[in-house]
């Protein structure tokens, strides 16, 4: 990212030239919570894995992973996009009963009660939407 230092006369002409009719944007509590394009991918990807992918690799596993080679690691690199995808795959598969601390988690990499609740409710629809294609 690059940065451009302007001095105070190229700053206060651009300050008086942009119009002063624009409203001052919605406070953060008044915007409802979203996912991006790339956070709807990560639930929508995080339906078909197990539960045991939440899981660190035993030392069995671990073993068998040297022998064979590692297995497919489904962890994300970004530890917000991990958070997600952690609650996203609970959420698929045990609903609204998730343990705390992982719920805590999931408020401490950045979302919120709102984000919470709109991951709850795309998963019930897809549900729902399934039961009524059969």
């Known amino acids: 990212m690059a940065y451009l ?9 651009i300050a008086a ?6 409203a001052p944007a919605a406070p953060k509590a008044d915007i409802p919570a979203g996912f991006s394009a790339l956070e709807w991918s990560v639930v929508m990807l995080a339906r078909h894995d197990r539960p045991s992918s939440l899981r660190e690799p035993g030392r069995f ?3 068998l992973g040297r ?10 690199a970004d530890p917000k996009l991990e958070a997600l995808r952690r609650m996203a795959v609970l959420t698929w598969h ?13 408020f401490a990499a950045g979302f919120s009660d709102d984000h919470y609740e709109l991951l709850g409710k795309r998963v019930a629809e897809v549900h729902i939407t ?5």
């Open 17 to 22: 030239a942009t119009p002063k009719h624009f």
């Open 94 to 106: 045990h609903s609204y009963s998730v343990p705390k601390h992982e719920i805590h988690d999931f």
């Open 61 to 63: 596993q671990k073993f």
């Open 130 to 134: 399934r039961l009524f294609r059969k």
């Open 5 to 13: 230092a302007l001095n105070d006369q190229f700053a206060s002409a």
């Open 67 to 76: 022998i064979f080679g590692d297995g497919f690691n489904r962890r994300l």
